[in-house]
């Protein structure tokens, strides 16, 4: 069964300090990976998207991500924190059965002046 | 573009009611849309997938005659929570998928529901 492990509940870093979340998941064929962010009153936002190709991917708020697929990871980073960084993050992979998400539990990004 | 909206955004309701939430994708035709479920702390639970003109497939576990799903057009769904109890509560979100065979599906921004 396809499942995705994300750690950390919650990650604390300063502002302007580098960040990285992990993500591992399980799946048996090559997976679709998918970042999103959640921040309060506002919808889950996409900030990127792997499905195949370059394994180093580049998203919107200057979020990027690596696929390494002998540690069956997915890590997102972001060289420079903002407080406006501060939100929930989710990692996801599809079932390309039916395309549906299974979803990580989430890591709550906690930004300290 | 590919905007979804969720009404209400918080409602109240009392013990043994319903509450109808509407999700809608405001500029493109969703031919799925997918409702979670967010408990607190937790990540997001698939409650159902609905398909326009078609009944919606409930995961395992959903009861599917409290929470009645009707996909009555492209881009309109609706979630009814029927005879609603506290536990109950919590937070709901719809996304909505454009095409067939995208991977892609936008968010709505969540119904905050309470049953008191």
Redesign the interface.
């Known amino acids: 069964a396809q499942s995705v492990t994300q750690p950390d ?1 919650h990650i604390t870093v300063s502002e302007g300090a580098s960040l990285e979340l992990r993500c591992n998941y399980s799946y048996g064929a090559t997976p ?1 990976l ?1 970042w ?1 962010v959640q921040s309060p ?6 900030l990127l ?1 792997y ?1 195949s190709g370059d394994t180093l991917v580049q998203g919107i708020k200057g979020f990027e991500a690596e696929f390494k697929r002998s540690q069956s990871s997915f890590n997102l980073r972001k060289p420079s924190v903002h407080w406006s960084d501060a939100a929930e993050y ?1 990692c996801a992979v ?1 079932s390309d059965s ?4 299974i ?4 890591t709550k990004l906690i930004i300290k002046p | 573009g590919a905007v979804v909206s969720q009404h209400p955004s918080r409602v109240i309701c009392k013990s043994g009611t319903s509450v109808k939430i509407e999700c809608r994708s405001l500029d493109f035709q969703a031919t799925t849309m997918f409702w979670y479920r967010q408990f607190p702390k937790k990540s997001l639970m698939l409650m159902a997938t609905s398909n326009e003109g078609s009944k919606a497939t409930y995961e395992q576990g959903v009861e599917k005659d409290k929470f009645l799903i009707n996909h009555a057009s492209l881009t309109l769904s609706t979630l009814t929570v029927t005879s609603a109890h506290p536990e109950d509560s919590s937070f709901y979100i719809c996304s909505a998928r454009p095409l067939a065979d995208s991977y892609e599906q936008y968010f709505g921004p969540g119904t905050r529901l309470t049953v008191t």
Request: hydrophobic share 40%; net charge positive; aromatic share 32%.
């Open positions: 509940i679709y998918f999103y009153g506002q919808g889950l936002q996409l998207k499905f989710f599809s039916n395309y549906q998400l979803w990580g539990a989430g």
